[in-house]
């Protein structure tokens, strides 16, 4: 087993101080101001930007297409052998919406009371702004080596086909770690939540509901289906990083028919989240096990599971002494920010690098519950935090002499 603690220091120095504060809050206003709305729009704009500041600072930049309009930026600095680090933010937004519900401009960046407010600010082009600033810093630094790489990437807010699903497609994703930029109040997320996602149907005879006794009721049965499911997923092993999961939420249900009538099908479409350390395949198989114990053949009872949109994803945890993750706490300790981890609860395109092997922590300045809201603002001091520590984690990161095993994920 590789001793992941080798080659570290055992102490950590004070950062120098921040040579230009400002330097973030300019980018990610560049940022807003290029629209990027999805649906609606493209990413052409946003890429500009980091093509224009990265392509300064020497590193290699290319676009690569699933779609016309549809960019995914990558900006590379490659320093021969060393470890791989990606850092990966959205190129995209959510639309803005009315224009009424917006205080001002959602594509002119302001500033109040400390917070800048625009379109994106939290989600996600203040995580990307900390990464350009950082990236830009690193390309000045000659004390690591190795291979860093920024992605923007298109299409995070309407499901990544053409983004981050695109580049693990492409072999893109591979590295030795990887940070993926969302709103996390600039903490590190060592594990995420994945997604089981079942559209369940469910057929049984009718009647006149005046005589109900020479029918089933399809919904009677969907009641039964729920409870027991709910009661397997109280036997599932649970997480005190994640409360309340595993959980069985039925999103929409649906009974065509009469209220004069029992009836003879119903359809639930459910999402129970994927715990860290599970597998999507073990909870799908919930659904299943819950439909053998309701079906009733010689009653005329059955039940259908299939994935709804595609199933939903795996979850997504980077071991606890990964260097990644080491390395936020040596940042922190250094930047006399307090360290910690969150838990955070939003989809994000950690979910490709899990299935590309790299181990991912998702990171960035913002509050999710700021993200996809009118007036959507990111705090400054944690936009200038988060620059600092993306800056320090991969300087520390690519000092490592040695490639990392691949794929240490739990
Ligand atoms: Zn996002």
Redesign the pocket.
Known sequence: MHDLTQDRPTTVSAAAPDPDPDEVLRVCADLIAAPSENPGGDEEAAAAVVERYLGSSGFHIRRVYARPGRPNVLATLDRGPGPRLILQ??LD?KPAGPPAAWSGDPFTARVTDGLMYGLGAC??KG?LAAMLVAADRLARRSDWQGQLEVQGVAD??DGSALGAEFLLAEGLLIADAAVV???TGALPSPAQLGNAWAEVTIRTPGAHAGTPWKGIDAVEVARRYVAVLERLLREMPTDPAFPHHPRLNVGHLMAPGHPGTLSSSCMLRCDIRVLPHQRHATVMDLYDRAAREVADPPAGVSLHVGPYQGGGCESHAIAVDHPLLLAFDAAAQALGVPSGRCSFA???DARYFARAGTPAVVHGPGDLDR?HAPDEFVPISELRLAARQIELVAADFLQSPGRYPPGRQI
């Open positions: 933010a959205h937004t989600d996600t995580g995070e807010e930029s969302e709103p939003g989809g994000s993200a």
